[in-house]
Protein backbone atom coordinates (compact mmCIF):
# COMPACT_ATOMS: atom_id res chain seq x y z
CA UNK A 1 0.00 0.00 0.00
CA UNK A 2 1.46 3.55 -0.92
CA UNK A 3 2.03 5.60 1.83
CA UNK A 4 -0.80 8.79 2.17
CA UNK A 5 1.86 11.95 1.82
CA UNK A 6 2.90 9.93 -2.01
CA UNK A 7 -0.84 10.19 -3.47
CA UNK A 8 -0.58 12.68 -6.04
CA UNK A 9 -3.58 15.01 -6.36
CA UNK A 10 -3.20 14.96 -10.09
CA UNK A 11 -2.67 12.47 -12.63
CA UNK A 12 -1.71 12.61 -16.61
CA UNK A 13 -3.89 10.49 -18.91
CA UNK A 14 -1.87 7.47 -20.54
CA UNK A 15 -3.67 8.23 -23.74
CA UNK A 16 -3.76 11.86 -24.41
CA UNK A 17 -1.65 13.52 -21.58
CA UNK A 18 -4.84 15.70 -20.50
CA UNK A 19 -3.99 16.63 -16.17
CA UNK A 20 -7.08 15.07 -14.18
CA UNK A 21 -7.92 14.98 -10.29
CA UNK A 22 -6.47 11.87 -9.25
CA UNK A 23 -10.04 11.26 -7.90
CA UNK A 24 -11.33 11.44 -11.37
CA UNK A 25 -12.54 7.25 -12.64
CA UNK A 26 -12.04 9.10 -16.26
CA UNK A 27 -10.75 11.24 -18.50
CA UNK A 28 -12.30 14.89 -18.86
CA UNK A 29 -11.13 15.39 -22.33
CA UNK A 30 -10.74 11.44 -24.14
CA UNK A 31 -13.20 10.17 -21.87
CA UNK A 32 -10.85 7.20 -21.18
CA UNK A 33 -10.50 5.27 -18.16
CA UNK A 34 -7.50 6.52 -15.97
CA UNK A 35 -5.27 3.85 -14.44
CA UNK A 36 -5.57 4.71 -11.19
CA UNK A 37 -5.94 1.45 -8.69
CA UNK A 38 -9.05 1.23 -7.24
CA UNK A 39 -7.85 1.45 -3.50
CA UNK A 40 -5.36 4.89 -4.39
CA UNK A 41 -8.29 6.60 -5.46
CA UNK A 42 -10.67 5.70 -2.64
CA UNK A 43 -7.67 6.56 -0.49
CA UNK A 44 -7.64 10.04 -2.31
CA UNK A 45 -11.53 10.84 -2.38
CA UNK A 46 -11.33 10.25 1.58
CA UNK A 47 -7.84 12.75 2.31
CA UNK A 48 -9.90 15.22 -0.44
CA UNK A 49 -13.07 14.97 1.98
CA UNK A 50 -11.48 15.25 5.31
CA UNK A 51 -9.52 18.96 3.47
CA UNK A 52 -13.30 19.99 2.75
CA UNK A 53 -14.68 18.74 6.34
CA UNK A 54 -11.77 20.87 7.77
CA UNK A 55 -12.02 24.32 5.40
CA UNK A 56 -13.31 27.45 7.32
CA UNK A 57 -17.04 28.20 6.68
CA UNK A 58 -17.47 30.91 3.82
CA UNK A 59 -18.59 34.26 5.33
CA UNK A 60 -22.31 34.86 5.43
CA UNK A 61 -23.47 38.12 4.15
CA UNK A 62 -26.63 38.86 6.27
CA UNK A 63 -29.80 39.73 4.50
CA UNK A 64 -30.72 43.30 3.82
CA UNK A 65 -33.73 43.83 4.97
CA UNK A 66 -35.36 46.88 3.61
CA UNK A 67 -34.57 50.40 5.40
CA UNK A 68 -38.54 51.34 5.14
CA UNK A 69 -39.53 48.76 7.92
CA UNK A 70 -37.00 51.03 10.35
CA UNK A 71 -38.21 54.96 9.31
CA UNK A 72 -42.10 53.97 8.90
CA UNK A 73 -41.76 52.76 12.83
CA UNK A 74 -39.92 55.69 13.89
CA UNK A 75 -42.18 57.91 12.63
CA UNK A 76 -44.99 56.00 14.20
CA UNK A 77 -43.37 56.64 17.72
CA UNK A 78 -42.41 60.24 16.89
CA UNK A 79 -46.44 60.89 16.17
CA UNK A 80 -47.05 58.96 18.99
CA UNK A 81 -45.05 60.55 21.55
CA UNK A 82 -46.26 63.96 20.14
CA UNK A 83 -49.83 62.88 21.01
CA UNK A 84 -48.96 61.39 24.73
CA UNK A 85 -47.16 64.75 25.41
CA UNK A 86 -50.19 66.79 24.76
CA UNK A 87 -51.70 65.35 28.34
CA UNK A 88 -48.61 67.50 29.68
CA UNK A 89 -50.08 70.49 27.75
CA UNK A 90 -53.16 70.68 27.96
CA UNK A 91 -55.52 70.21 30.70
CA UNK A 92 -58.05 68.28 30.38
CA UNK A 93 -56.57 67.15 26.79
CA UNK A 94 -59.56 65.37 24.46
CA UNK A 95 -57.46 63.55 21.67
CA UNK A 96 -58.48 62.51 17.92
CA UNK A 97 -59.22 58.59 19.70
CA UNK A 98 -61.55 60.33 22.22
CA UNK A 99 -64.14 60.52 19.96
CA UNK A 100 -64.20 56.66 19.30
CA UNK A 101 -63.65 56.12 23.36
CA UNK A 102 -66.57 58.16 24.37
CA UNK A 103 -68.97 56.35 21.49
CA UNK A 104 -67.74 53.32 22.96
CA UNK A 105 -68.32 54.60 27.10
CA UNK A 106 -71.41 54.81 26.33
CA UNK A 107 -72.40 51.66 24.37
CA UNK A 108 -70.64 50.01 27.71
CA UNK A 109 -73.26 51.68 29.72
CA UNK A 110 -75.94 49.65 27.19
CA UNK A 111 -74.48 46.42 27.40
CA UNK A 112 -74.04 46.31 31.16
CA UNK A 113 -77.44 48.11 31.61
CA UNK A 114 -78.78 44.60 32.36
CA UNK A 115 -76.42 44.36 35.59
CA UNK A 116 -76.45 46.28 38.76
CA UNK A 117 -76.06 50.03 38.78
CA UNK A 118 -72.53 49.97 39.94
CA UNK A 119 -71.52 47.43 37.57
CA UNK A 120 -73.93 49.49 34.80
CA UNK A 121 -72.38 52.65 35.45
CA UNK A 122 -68.54 50.88 35.48
CA UNK A 123 -69.57 49.60 32.08
CA UNK A 124 -68.74 52.30 30.54
CA UNK A 125 -65.22 52.50 31.57
CA UNK A 126 -64.78 48.43 31.11
CA UNK A 127 -65.96 48.44 27.88
CA UNK A 128 -63.60 51.64 27.06
CA UNK A 129 -60.70 49.46 27.89
CA UNK A 130 -62.26 45.93 26.93
CA UNK A 131 -62.63 47.24 22.76
CA UNK A 132 -59.23 48.11 22.51
CA UNK A 133 -57.52 45.13 24.39
CA UNK A 134 -59.75 42.65 22.06
CA UNK A 135 -58.36 44.19 19.07
CA UNK A 136 -54.58 43.86 20.29
CA UNK A 137 -55.60 40.41 21.00
CA UNK A 138 -57.03 39.99 17.66
CA UNK A 139 -54.06 41.69 16.16
CA UNK A 140 -51.63 38.78 18.21
CA UNK A 141 -53.55 35.98 16.92
CA UNK A 142 -53.44 37.20 13.21
CA UNK A 143 -50.16 37.93 13.36
CA UNK A 144 -50.63 41.21 12.50
CA UNK A 145 -48.07 43.28 14.37
CA UNK A 146 -48.10 47.09 13.88
CA UNK A 147 -51.38 46.29 14.39
CA UNK A 148 -52.04 45.11 17.45
CA UNK A 149 -49.18 47.41 18.82
CA UNK A 150 -51.17 50.73 17.46
CA UNK A 151 -54.16 49.08 19.19
CA UNK A 152 -52.04 48.75 22.78
CA UNK A 153 -51.14 52.41 22.17
CA UNK A 154 -54.73 53.02 21.87
CA UNK A 155 -55.74 51.10 25.04
CA UNK A 156 -53.22 53.04 27.05
CA UNK A 157 -54.38 56.66 25.80
CA UNK A 158 -58.03 55.10 26.74
CA UNK A 159 -56.98 54.77 30.31
CA UNK A 160 -55.31 58.43 29.82
CA UNK A 161 -58.84 59.33 29.03
CA UNK A 162 -60.28 57.48 32.43
CA UNK A 163 -57.83 59.68 34.22
CA UNK A 164 -58.86 62.94 33.18
CA UNK A 165 -62.25 61.97 33.72
CA UNK A 166 -61.75 59.98 37.16
CA UNK A 167 -60.02 63.22 37.89
CA UNK A 168 -63.03 65.60 37.56
CA UNK A 169 -65.41 63.69 40.03
CA UNK A 170 -65.28 66.20 42.74
CA UNK A 171 -65.32 69.56 40.29
CA UNK A 172 -67.54 67.69 37.63
CA UNK A 173 -65.97 70.82 34.90
CA UNK A 174 -66.61 68.47 32.53
CA UNK A 175 -69.18 68.36 29.71
CA UNK A 176 -70.92 64.93 29.76
CA UNK A 177 -72.85 63.33 27.63
CA UNK A 178 -76.62 62.19 29.61
CA UNK A 179 -76.10 64.19 32.64
CA UNK A 180 -74.77 61.84 35.54
CA UNK A 181 -70.90 61.59 36.36
CA UNK A 182 -69.95 57.74 36.02
CA UNK A 183 -66.76 58.35 38.87
CA UNK A 184 -68.25 60.56 41.01
CA UNK A 185 -70.98 57.56 41.79
CA UNK A 186 -67.98 55.29 41.61
CA UNK A 187 -65.31 57.06 43.94
CA UNK A 188 -68.51 57.56 46.32
CA UNK A 189 -69.58 54.34 46.26
CA UNK A 190 -65.51 52.77 46.92
CA UNK A 191 -65.33 55.38 49.12
CA UNK A 192 -62.52 57.41 47.67
CA UNK A 193 -64.35 60.59 46.72
CA UNK A 194 -61.95 62.02 48.90
CA UNK A 195 -58.81 61.10 46.63
CA UNK A 196 -60.28 61.52 42.97
CA UNK A 197 -56.51 63.13 42.20
CA UNK A 198 -55.04 59.97 43.58
CA UNK A 199 -57.29 57.73 41.90
CA UNK A 200 -56.43 59.70 38.10
CA UNK A 201 -52.77 59.43 39.17
CA UNK A 202 -52.71 55.95 39.39
CA UNK A 203 -54.54 55.24 36.31
CA UNK A 204 -52.82 58.03 34.31
CA UNK A 205 -49.30 55.92 35.35
CA UNK A 206 -51.08 52.60 34.26
CA UNK A 207 -51.67 53.68 30.88
CA UNK A 208 -48.64 55.98 30.61
CA UNK A 209 -46.94 52.49 31.04
CA UNK A 210 -49.09 50.75 28.44
CA UNK A 211 -48.06 53.52 26.44
CA UNK A 212 -44.57 52.91 26.90
CA UNK A 213 -44.85 49.38 26.49
CA UNK A 214 -46.29 49.58 22.67
CA UNK A 215 -43.54 52.08 22.07
CA UNK A 216 -41.16 49.24 23.30
CA UNK A 217 -42.34 46.78 21.11
CA UNK A 218 -42.55 48.65 18.00
CA UNK A 219 -38.91 50.11 18.92
CA UNK A 220 -38.10 46.64 19.09
CA UNK A 221 -39.05 45.10 15.51
CA UNK A 222 -37.87 48.45 14.33
CA UNK A 223 -34.63 47.41 15.04
CA UNK A 224 -35.19 43.87 13.48
CA UNK A 225 -36.53 45.76 10.32
CA UNK A 226 -39.79 43.02 10.88
CA UNK A 227 -42.22 42.93 7.72
CA UNK A 228 -45.31 45.53 8.36
CA UNK A 229 -48.05 43.42 9.32
CA UNK A 230 -51.56 45.52 9.29
CA UNK A 231 -53.40 42.62 7.77
CA UNK A 232 -53.60 39.11 6.41
CA UNK A 233 -53.43 40.59 2.99
CA UNK A 234 -51.33 43.54 4.25
CA UNK A 235 -47.21 42.91 4.22
CA UNK A 236 -44.73 44.97 3.35
Given at each position: MENEQEIPERINCPYCGA????????????????????????????????AELTLPAPPSHPVQLPAYRLWVRLLVIGGLSLVYLQWFRQTNYFSFLDHTNLLIHEAGHVVFGIFPRFLMVAGGTIFQLLVPAAFVVAGIRQGQNLSWQLCLFWLGESLLNISVYAGDAVRQALPLVGGGHDWAYLLAELGLIAHPAGVAGVIFAAGSAVIFLSFYFIWKDALARESIEMGRSRRW
Amino acid sequence: MENEQEIPERINCPYCGADNHITSELCGVCAKELLVPAQVRAEAKMRKRAAELTLPAPPSHPVQLPAYRLWVRLLVIGGLSLVYLQWFRQTNYFSFLDHTNLLIHEAGHVVFGIFPRFLMVAGGTIFQLLVPAAFVVAGIRQGQNLSWQLCLFWLGESLLNISVYAGDAVRQALPLVGGGHDWAYLLAELGLIAHPAGVAGVIFAAGSAVIFLSFYFIWKDALARESIEMGRSRRW
